[in-house]
């Protein structure tokens, strides 16, 4: 028996497929399933073999959709660019780019060989697969980009210096791109998300004991003591925010740039936006040009 896609918005509207980096475990699986649940077959990426053969098993016993998996080791750029050659024949609406590492401690201390491999996978592997398949969807008219940022992305971190200077680069990436693939058809989002608690921080020498969960990143839902994500996204004319009220922020100049603190009194809506957003494409010009005129 299947279960059954949970929301009307669905986000398969952006395709019938979509690649998720980091799948195996955190929030990659965790946003692997809430696709899943709304009927999009997965490509899946991630390292580990059997771990990612299980999770490709269990979602398509769960919700009866397709769900590939695909090894590889994301600090190779060659081993990076076999996700687009791979994937070609598939009509992909959707990159999750979930897949990263960090570390703590002193940078003067750490493995110089780690923190290179982590500005490998978490930066330079992120912008390969973001250009391969951001030139796919603006061939095709339609898609979306899922980047994974951080609440360090907004200010420098002691003893996580190289991990939040990876996470800023993902996310100024991400608002750059979003203004530039505006009125193509292509959504981007940054996921911002605060403290998480999953195997990350055990991999990374972090003691994480209160956060979100990854379910909860991915469903856009606050943690039950701690809500510190932001999300960013341009598609509607700028980097988007959405506070507690609903509001709608929207700019391209440094004041809508959340300090962190201030981030952390704003929830995402993550998967549910985008899911409104891929609705959106699919109406009528008309009808899109109302409604954005009424919002």
Request: overall charge positive.
């Amino acid at each position: 028996m299947t279960d059954t896609p949970i929301r009307s918005g669905s986000l398969r509207a952006y395709g019938p497929w979509a690649v998720v980096t980091g799948a195996s475990d955190g929030i990659g699986r965790a946003i692997a399933t809430e696709l899943a649940s709304q009927g999009v077959s997965l490509v899946l990426v991630a390292r580990r073999r059997a771990a990612l053969e299980a999770v490709a098993e269990s979602l398509t016993t769960r919700f009866g959709v397709e769900a590939r998996p695909l090894v590889a080791d994301l600090a190779s750029p060659t081993e990076t660019a076999r996700i687009d050659a791979e994937t070609r024949e598939l009509d992909v609406g959707m990159l999750v780019a979930a897949a990263g590492y960090g570390g703590g401690g002193p940078f003067v201390d750490a493995s110089q060989e780690a923190e290179l491999g982590m500005i490998d996978v978490n930066c330079r592997a992120l912008a390969q697969s973001a250009q391969d398949f951001a030139r796919r969807f603006v061939a095709r008219g339609r898609g979306a980009l899922i980047l994974m940022s951080s609440l360090v992305a907004f200010q420098g971190v002691p003893r996580a210096a190289n991990y939040a200077a990876t996470k800023a680069y993902v996310q100024t990436l991400a608002e750059g791109l979003a203004v530039e693939l505006k009125g193509k058809g292509v959504d981007v989002l940054a996921s911002a998300p605060g403290p998480v608690v999953s195997g990350f921080g055990a991999r990374a020498g972090m003691a994480i004991g209160k956060g979100q969960t990854p379910e909860e990143v991915a469903r856009g839902r606050r943690g039950p003591r701690v809500c510190a994500a932001a999300a960013m996204s341009a598609s509607m004319g700028g980097p988007l925010f959405d506070d507690a009220s609903g509001a709608r922020h929207a700019g391209h100049d440094a004041a809508h740039h959340p300090h962190p603190g201030e981030a952390r009194q704003r929830g995402e809506r993550g998967l549910q936006r985008l899911g409104e957003q891929a609705g959106a494409h699919r109406r009528p010009a008309a009808e899109r040009a109302q409604s954005s005129r009424t919002s």
